[in-house]
């Protein structure tokens, strides 16, 4: 069965000046413990290529079950800047929750 990350968890994401902000909701207590430990910021990264041009740091979230990635260098200088079209990164969740989980 080809899982995404979509099976485990829904997303949020958001922008402010060239940093993107995801966030990674479990949709139950046992799907937040495979995203703990497979979810990592390395990974992230990595599946965003070179679309991140700075670091990602993963912050936990215990209490609401959730992971919050920050990328740094993500949003081609900034809504003001950018000549990409989702240039505050309203889609990048969604990307993100399309990634491959086998």
């Known amino acids: 069965m080809n899982r995404t990350l979509y099976d485990l968890a829904y997303g949020r994401s958001g922008d402010k000046g060239d940093i993107a902000n995801i966030s990674v909701i479990a949709r139950t207590p046992e799907a937040y413990a495979e995203l703990k430990a497979n979810l990592s910021a390395e990974r992230v990264?990595?599946?965003?290529g070179s679309m991140v041009q700075g670091d990602v740091i993963r912050y936990e979230l215990d209490n609401i079950e959730a992971l919050n990635f920050v990328l740094?260098?993500?949003?081609d200088g900034g809504a003001t800047r950018s000549l990409?079209?989702?240039t505050l990164g309203k889609s990048l969740a969604g990307i993100l929750l399309a990634m491959s989980w086998d």
């Open 45 to 48: 990264k990595k599946y965003f």
């Open 72 to 75: 740094h260098g993500a949003l």
């Open 84 to 86: 990409r079209l989702d």
